[in-house]
């Protein structure tokens, strides 16, 4: 497949499956393959083989550093940036996103938090929701970020919001006050637009 980007990048991929899973195998078994291919990593869409979630191909801390720096130093691109509709909301989001993911083992602190201070309260949050939903959920330990989050939470935790339209989304909210130190029932019940965000929500599901 071939990726109408700048420069074209093209998408090869195995007729025979068990290639792959040869291939897959042989990569997870060793150390320097990996460190190689995070090395050569270019787009952040190379990634997903690391995918920590499928735990298929070990990634370890000093592979992560390497991405931690790549993302640091700009040298890490994002496939989508050449739409049209892709907004520097989503590029921010994509990396936290990636460093809360593949980095969750080295220190990313101040990158994470230089990264969520440039997401938009201005712009929808509806193509980012996930994305900003994961990281909230599975930040670890960077006290400078949650800090931030913890500070801005009503700001942030009503962007999101207003911007769920599934269930799924809307469950994690409840976890996210509870994360970060609010008091759920409290905020429907005596905030300003607790109560209306909520039943908004609801609709907005149903």
């Known amino acids: 497949r071939l990726y109408n980007s700048n420069p074209p990048v093209r998408e090869f991929g195995f007729i025979n499956p068990s290639l792959a899973d040869f291939l897959i195998g042989y990569v997870a078994d060793s150390l320097p393959e990996r460190r190689g291919i995070v090395t050569s990593i270019k787009y952040t869409k190379q990634l997903s083989r690391f995918n920590p979630d499928k735990k298929i191909i070990p990634l370890e801390p000093e592979l992560q550093i390497i991405i931690r720096d790549k993302i640091l130093n700009a040298e890490m691109l994002i496939l989508e940036s050449t739409n049209k509709d892709f907004t520097e909301n989503k590029r921010h989001a994509i990396f936290l996103e990636i460093l809360c ?22 712009e ?83």
């Open 101 to 122: 993911k593949y980095c969750n083992q080295v220190n990313t602190d101040a990158l994470l938090l230089a990264h969520l201070k440039k997401i938009s309260f201005d």
């Open 124 to 206: 929808s949050w509806v193509s980012i929701l996930s994305k900003i939903e994961y990281v909230l959920l599975n930040l670890g330990d960077a006290p400078q970020t949650y800090s931030y989050i913890k500070d801005n939470f009503i700001t942030i935790v009503e962007k999101l919001i207003l911007s769920v339209s599934e269930r799924e989304n809307a469950a994690q909210i409840p976890f996210l006050f509870e994360k970060y130190e609010h008091d759920y029932e409290d905020y429907i019940e005596n905030s300003e637009n607790g109560f209306e965000n909520i039943i908004g929500m609801i609709g907005s599901i149903l």
